[in-house]
């Protein structure tokens, strides 16, 4: 009978040869199997896919572990050849697939690939193919932007091409994770990382765009996680400082601003002086002048188009209302620097907790009731105007359709929200 060390190389083996001859592998599974009834391999390979039945995982699992920890000092002072290096390989394919989560052994990766005993281009379809079991696998990630920095090293200043392929590649991993498991912050830290990285050296300036559709289209179909709302609220963050984006507003103005019937010329200029009134120091650039109405664009457009679909369809989400929290916000925060005012709150926006008609911050320290006073630039303007009535009618909708205390709740927190962080006075 074959024992456990010889039936773990063989196993062993036959992983490594699938991943080296199919660059197209698509899943990594481990499929629950109490014993090897059939004796036959307990590797399934099928259409791209990899199975290992988890009969036989704690004997790799134990083999490889063992063989690892007596070899690694040597691969440390590189006193091993090529040819153990590459069966060291090997090993690391075993207990990676398994538990991608041992530093150590990513780190064994890294010195193979610094020998050139393994090429980067494979090591990222192997850490594609860790991520498909264990998409949470902040070590797998890690180990891919490590591969990435030293592959955008080596790459000639005018390569727009292989950058942008390279994005593309990791924006379908990063997916590819979200989409295995909910509110993957991992997942979507790593799009981040992809996008400033790898998104600066295409010089495209469409991939925010086709970032913010796709933001749109995730957000649709995952109201519940807060993750793809808060890579939407980066991409935002994103137009609002870039110097070199100036076509998002055409788009969203079309689509929002003229639905509310605020303003009828497209002009930059003319949209801010219309929403907002006259600047207190007239003579700001082009671009940044853009920027503004970008920003603002993009918030109305959330505001008024997703966020009221969304609601509509799925009430009692929480994450629903804390985007709309984010815009509203936004809004008024960035008309006071629009005017150069200060917009001040007496609790910071992430640490706000409501109890009655007092707000308490996250220490218990209660805060003093806002009182009415004489409205600024920004509390006359149309823009505020329009805030304060829209916000007014969407807790009113809110309040009257809503069936559950949950649901009630929601409404009345955002109300009180709009008082008192916001100095929202007449909501």
């Known amino acids: 009978m074959e024992d456990d060390n010889s039936m773990s190389q063989r196993i062993l083996h036959t992983l490594e040869t699938i991943l080296t001859n199919d660059p197209l592998l698509k899943d990594f599974i481990i499929i629950p199997c109490e014993s090897n009834t059939k004796n036959k391999s307990p590797v399934l390979y099928e259409e791209h896919n990899i199975g290992l039945e988890s009969w036989c995982v704690k004997h790799i699992y134990r083999y490889a572990y063992l063989e690892l920890f007596e070899t690694r000092k040597l691969l440390a002072k590189r006193k091993l050849s090529f040819s153990k290096q590459n069966n060291l390989n090997r090993l690391l394919i075993g207990v990676l697939l398994i538990n991608p989560d041992v530093s150590t052994f990513w780190n064994m990766k890294r010195e193979l690939v610094e020998n050139d005993v393994i090429g980067a281009a494979n090591e990222l379809l192997f850490a594609r193919l860790v991520l498909s079991y264990k998409s949470k696998s902040n070590e797998a990630f890690a180990y891919r932007r490590w591969l990435l920095g030293r592959t955008l090293a080596k790459l000639q200043a005018n390569d727009l091409t292989t950058p942008r392929n390279l994005l593309e590649n990791e924006l379908a991993?990063?997916?590819?994770?979200?989409?295995?498991?909910?509110?993957?912050?991992?997942?979507?830290?790593?799009?981040?990382?992809?996008?400033?990285?790898?998104?600066?050296?295409?010089?495209?300036?469409?991939?925010?765009?086709?970032?913010?559709?796709?933001?749109?289209?995730?957000?649709?179909?995952?109201?519940?996680?807060?993750?793809?709302?808060?890579?939407?609220?980066?991409?935002?963050?994103?137009?609002?400082?870039?110097?070199?984006?100036?076509?998002?507003?055409?788009?969203?103005?079309?689509?929002?601003?003229?639905?509310?019937?605020?303003?009828?010329?497209?002009?930059?200029?003319?949209?801010?002086?219309?929403?907002?009134?006259?600047?207190?120091?007239?003579?700001?650039?082009?671009?940044?002048?853009?920027?503004?109405?970008?920003?603002?664009?993009?918030?109305?457009?959330?505001?008024?188009?997703?966020?009221?679909?969304?609601?509509?369809?799925?009430?009692?989400?929480?994450?629903?209302?804390?985007?709309?929290?984010?815009?509203?916000?936004?809004?008024?925060?960035?008309?006071?620097?629009?005017?150069?005012?200060?917009?001040?709150?007496?609790?910071?926006?992430?640490?706000?907790?409501?109890?009655?008609?007092?707000?308490?911050?996250?220490?218990?320290?209660?805060?003093?009731?806002?009182?009415?006073?004489?409205?600024?630039?920004?509390?006359?303007?149309?823009?505020?105007?329009?805030?304060?009535?829209?916000?007014?009618?969407?807790?009113?909708?809110?309040?009257?359709?809503?069936?559950?205390?949950?649901?009630?709740?929601?409404?009345?927190?955002?109300?009180?929200?709009?008082?008192?962080?916001?100095?929202?006075?007449?909501?």
């Open 173 to 427: 991993v990063c997916e590819m994770g979200a989409q295995k498991n909910a509110n993957n912050y991992h997942a979507w830290s790593h799009r981040v990382w992809s996008l400033e990285t790898l998104g600066a050296r295409t010089a495209n300036f469409n991939v925010i765009m086709d970032e913010l559709t796709f933001s749109e289209k995730w957000v649709s179909g995952h109201v519940s996680e807060h993750t793809g709302f808060h890579y939407r609220q980066y991409l935002f963050n994103t137009v609002r400082k870039s110097r070199n984006i100036t076509s998002v507003y055409e788009f969203y103005f079309c689509e929002t601003v003229k639905l509310l019937g605020l303003v009828g010329e497209n002009d930059p200029r003319d949209i801010l002086t219309f929403l907002l009134g006259k600047e207190k120091s007239q003579g700001k650039p082009l671009e940044e002048t853009i920027n503004f109405v970008n920003f603002f664009c993009l918030l109305l457009y959330d505001l008024y188009n997703v966020v009221e679909t969304l609601n509509s369809l799925y009430p009692n989400h929480e994450s629903i209302w804390y985007h709309r929290r984010f815009l509203v916000y936004h809004l008024v925060k960035t008309a006071h620097e629009y005017h150069g005012l200060a917009f001040k709150t007496d609790v910071k926006l992430d640490e706000v907790i409501l109890y009655g008609t007092n707000i308490v911050n996250v220490d218990g320290e209660k805060q003093p009731k806002l009182f009415k006073s004489q409205p600024n630039k920004v509390q006359s303007c149309r823009l505020y105007q329009t805030l304060v009535k829209n916000e007014a009618e969407f807790i009113r909708k809110n309040l009257v359709q809503s069936a559950q205390f949950h649901e009630l709740e929601l409404a009345r927190r955002y109300e009180k929200w709009l008082k008192f962080v916001v100095c929202m006075e007449d909501v």
